[in-house]
């Protein structure tokens, strides 16, 4: 079965700091990684994905990732984080093989604040 | 251009009422597929389509609920006998499929907030 995990439900950075939220996962193929950011009150918003390829991923909001295959890792950056990246931010993984594709398993959420 | 609509985006009823939730699609994706998201907790994949075949559902779908996509436009979910335990907010998402497998990148909409009381 596939599965991520967030180490830290929170994270608390300066802006103008570098920001990272850090994934693992597990699944028993290659993966598909990606990572959603949630504002209040809404929807999942994409930032980016990893499919196969370079492994620095770069996405939207100045927001890229690494995939890291022998750490099973995919850590989220910013270079300089701002205050309205303050939200939630969720990795998800998709194992490409058989039925488990068809659905994204995501992490429990890492809080980011950023404070002036 | 719209993204991915829900409606409606808040819902409160009584414990043991029948709800049904709303979601459209982006207008050329073929698959759509139902989340839950519990506070504090990451979604939860419920089921999904693709057109309007309902192709695989999940354990936490038990037989209360039932969802349709009849057109292969829009679903709808519903709850029937509704529990406390059913409150969550219910994302929906929707995505192209192509033949090069499940590349594709799931977009969601602002999903529905259920409250049972």
């Known amino acids: 079965a596939q599965s991520v995990a967030q180490p830290e439900d929170q994270v608390n950075v300066a802006e103008g700091n570098p920001l990272t939220v850090k994934c693992t996962y597990s699944v028993s193929g290659n993966p598909y990684l990606f990572w959603y950011v949630q504002y209040p009150n809404r929807g999942l918003q994409f930032l980016l994905k990893?499919?196969?390829?370079?492994?620095l991923v770069k996405g939207s909001y100045g927001f890229e990732a690494e995939f890291n295959k022998s750490q099973t890792s995919f850590h989220l950056k910013k270079p300089s984080a701002l205050v309205s990246d303050s939200a939630l931010y969720f990795c998800a993984v998709r194992d490409p093989v058989g039925a488990a594709g068809n659905k994204l398993t995501f992490g429990g959420g890492t809080r980011v604040l950023v404070k002036p | 251009d719209t993204g991915v609509s829900q409606n409606p985006r808040h819902k409160i009823t009584k414990r043991g009422q029948n709800v049904t939730f709303r979601c459209d699609p982006i207008?050329?994706?073929?698959?759509l597929y139902w989340y839950r998201q519990t506070l504090g907790q990451g979604p939860e994949f419920l089921t999904y389509f693709q057109n309007e075949a309902q192709l695989e559902k999940s354990r936490l779908l038990s037989d209360r609920f039932s969802a349709e996509r009849p057109k292969g436009s829009f679903s709808t979910l519903e709850i029937q006998r509704t529990e406390q335990g059913d409150s969550a907010m219910y994302l929906c998402?929707?995505?192209?499929?192509?033949?090069?497998?499940?590349?594709?990148?799931?977009?969601f909409g602002p999903g529905t907030r259920l409250t049972v009381l």
């Open positions: 998402a929707s995505s192209l499929v192509s033949s090069g497998g499940p590349t594709d990148t799931q977009y």
């Open positions: 207008s050329e994706h073929n698959r």
């Open positions: 990893y499919i196969t390829g370079d492994n």
